[in-house]
């Protein structure tokens, strides 16, 4: 019997916290920059999310939100939680969604140092004046090649940050969504200050890596504080957007330690880790990181990497390596990537024209009207 027959280990519903989750396939936040100039949500949007919903995807995790009117913004175009109207926006969203049977979960993203596109100005901020390596994302708006160093961080805009993403929870409740997920991923301001070469901090923020998880902890510890049991889940890689080679230096190591401080969480979400997941995710001790993350924290995972080959995301639900699946590609190439697992339908292979010559979704419907989807 194959993987792409009704015995798909990811078709069984589940749970994360109060999520209830009619199967395990989950749409990974993907950046899409289709909102209006001041971050508005559209129509557009709520018909891109309501698609992945009426294709059955079980949870859908929104792209990354930006938190505060100061420098969280990292793209042009990108949807906030910082005005009503925004609140009014995503409040369509979510109600799309819904009636199509699928829980959906605000990510909230600080981009920090690598924001390169913020419609109130360009200065960045960070954890320590230390240029981003890579050049900025064209395909995201980024223009001008590198990057520039980032002002660093003083105690008053750590607070200011922690307040941002408290309010932008309180935000997301307010337009329905079912939790919100921190983006401590990637190489954003969260991650920046995680990876030691971005924070050459003296302070309770740097140094050791029980300092450096320090904010990402308090952002978390924050919005449990104010809304409860309301779903928080917290979404970290080692890889980044500017360096995919980049793993945490002590290895195990660290992230036992990175995992336990974020027990509280209601899941954890780890970012890709390459095509080949159960390869590239492997530690030196021979498990995976996701399966460490779900032995030390106790808490469900989702895993993120090439989860669209589906004899690979059998093994790793069948091999206790995560309990929930997260699609980027796979999903953008297969809107109802679960229906046709279902059914046993063939997949549809991803092609990067469906996000040039810009990521949005203008350019993926021009792509779909070409060829004749």
Do not use: C
């Amino acid at each position: 019997m194959t993987t792409t027959e009704l015995t798909h280990p990811a078709l069984a519903p589940t749970g994360l916290d109060t999520l209830e989750l009619r199967n395990r396939f989950a749409v990974a936040p993907m950046t899409r920059i289709s909102a209006t100039p001041d971050g508005t949500p559209t129509e557009q949007m709520a018909e891109y999310y309501r698609a992945y919903a009426a294709g059955g995807f079980g949870l859908i995790i929104t792209e990354g939100i930006y938190p505060d009117a100061a420098h969280s913004q990292g793209y042009f175009n990108q949807p906030g939680l910082v005005t009503e109207e925004h609140i009014a926006g995503w409040r369509a969203v979510v109600d799309a969604v819904h009636a199509e049977g699928s829980p959906i979960v605000a990510q909230l993203m600080h981009a920090g140092a690598i924001s390169q596109g913020n419609q109130r100005g360009f200065e960045t901020i960070g954890p320590s004046a230390v240029a981003p390596r890579g050049q900025m994302m064209v395909d995201y708006g980024g223009v001008g090649g590198a990057w520039s160093a980032p002002r660093e961080m003083t105690a008053e805009d750590i607070e200011q940050v922690v307040a941002g993403f408290v309010t932008a929870a309180r935000n997301a409740r307010a337009a329905g969504f079912d939790g919100v997920e921190i983006h401590g991923a990637n190489g954003y301001l969260l991650d920046q200050f995680l990876t030691d070469y971005t924070n050459e901090r003296t302070d309770e923020y740097g140094g050791s890596v029980e300092n450096r998880i320090r904010l990402t902890v308090r952002v978390l510890h924050a919005i449990r504080e104010e809304l409860g049991d309301f779903p928080v889940g917290v979404r970290l890689s080692q890889t980044k957007v500017n360096d995919f080679v980049y793993r945490w230096p002590g290895g195990e190591d660290d992230a036992r330690i990175i995992f336990a401080a974020l027990r509280d969480a209601s899941y954890l979400h780890i970012a890709s880790e390459g095509r080949n997941f159960l390869e590239t995710a492997k530690l030196a001790s021979g498990t995976t990181v996701t399966k460490l993350a779900r032995e030390v924290s106790g808490r469900p995972v989702i895993a993120n990497g090439g989860m669209h080959n589906l004899p690979q995301a059998a093994d790793v639900l069948n091999g206790g390596h995560a309990d929930v699946l997260s699609l980027g590609t796979g999903a953008l190439a297969n809107p109802d990537l679960p229906r046709r697992v279902e059914t046993g339908s063939e997949l549809a292979a991803f092609d990067h024209e469906m996000l040039h010559p810009m990521a949005n979704l203008d350019s993926t419907a021009a792509w779909r009207e070409r060829v004749g989807e």
